[in-house]
């Protein structure tokens, strides 16, 4: 009887309800989906493949060197400029 006993005691049993527990919330749960944001069209954003003053894609957040934006579609030219243009942040 004590054998059996052991074997249940409250540590044991408290470890495995919370054990499942943890468990079924893992596989239930939802699922976690990754979407990419739509790019936009040059056009929407009046894209042109020559500097605006001092606004120049590549001293721009959103650039990607060497040709891409986080935000326009397409390649881009890095001497390029468009409505959406925000300045990197001096360090």
Do not use: N
């Not at 939802?30 to 120049?56: F, L």
């Not at 390649?75 to 990197?88: A, E, L, M, N, Y």
């Amino acid at each position: 009887m004590l054998k059996s006993a052991a074997r249940f005691s409250r540590r044991s049993l408290l470890l495995r309800v919370t054990s499942a527990a943890g468990a079924a919330a893992v596989l239930c749960a939802p699922p976690i989906v990754a979407v990419a944001a739509p790019k936009i069209s040059k056009k929407a954003v009046a894209y042109q493949d020559h500097p605006e003053g001092e606004k120049r894609c590549d001293k721009c957040v959103q650039f990607q060197p060497p040709d891409a934006c986080k935000m326009v579609e397409g390649p881009i030219s890095p001497q390029g400029s468009c409505r959406i243009f925000v300045p990197i942040r001096p360090s």
